[in-house]
């Protein structure tokens, strides 16, 4: 039972050093990379906005930042409070968890406010606005199909 105790516990400090590792790591593309937002921006010379559109588009845009830079910073607090309880003989890996949970949702609540100024703008456009962005995610979305493709051909072939 003792063993079982001690397995729950290292695997319970496995996951929340896992989750902290990858908060820690940079997003790989910017804060709305490989999103219906990251093709809007990719076109947004295309959409020629008004100017309405304009200051929705800019406030979207701040809002996003805000969101991605509070997700960072509550993950640097989990990553804080994870070194400061592995740091006591006796770490308190609930209040850790506990503290992990409580980001996620404050992050995810962020996401969503940046989202919903994102699908407030989308749906100020005209319908040749709305062709643009279709158009642009669909492109985005093949070019992720074709890479997918290629790192399952890539894993699928057998290693020399």
């Known amino acids: 039972m003792k063993q079982l105790g001690q397995r729950v516990l290292i695997a319970i ?18 804060p709305h990379s490989g999103s219906m937002f990251a093709a ?15 200051q929705q588009w800019d406030a979207a845009v701040a809002q996003s930042k805000a969101a991605h830079q509070a997700a960072r910073s509550s993950h640097e607090q989990v990553h804080a409070a994870l070194q400061a ?26 996401r969503k406010q940046a989202r919903a100024a994102w699908l407030a703008l989308y749906s100020s456009f005209t319908p040749e606005q709305k062709g643009v962005v279709r158009d642009a995610i669909k492109s985005r979305m093949a ?17 020399s």
């Open 13 to 30: 400090g496995a996951s929340i050093i896992a989750f902290s590792a990858a908060a820690q790591m940079p997003a790989m593309h910017g």
């Open 40 to 54: 809007m921006a990719r076109v947004k010379a295309e959409l020629n906005l008004n100017t309405s559109q304009q």
């Open 85 to 110: 309880e592995l740091a006591k003989a006796e770490p308190d890996l609930a209040a850790v968890a506990a503290a992990g949970d409580a980001a996620r949702q404050e992050s995810m609540d962020a």
């Open 143 to 159: 070019r992720m199909e074709a890479f997918h493709e290629r790192m399952r051909a890539r894993h699928a072939a057998p290693a």
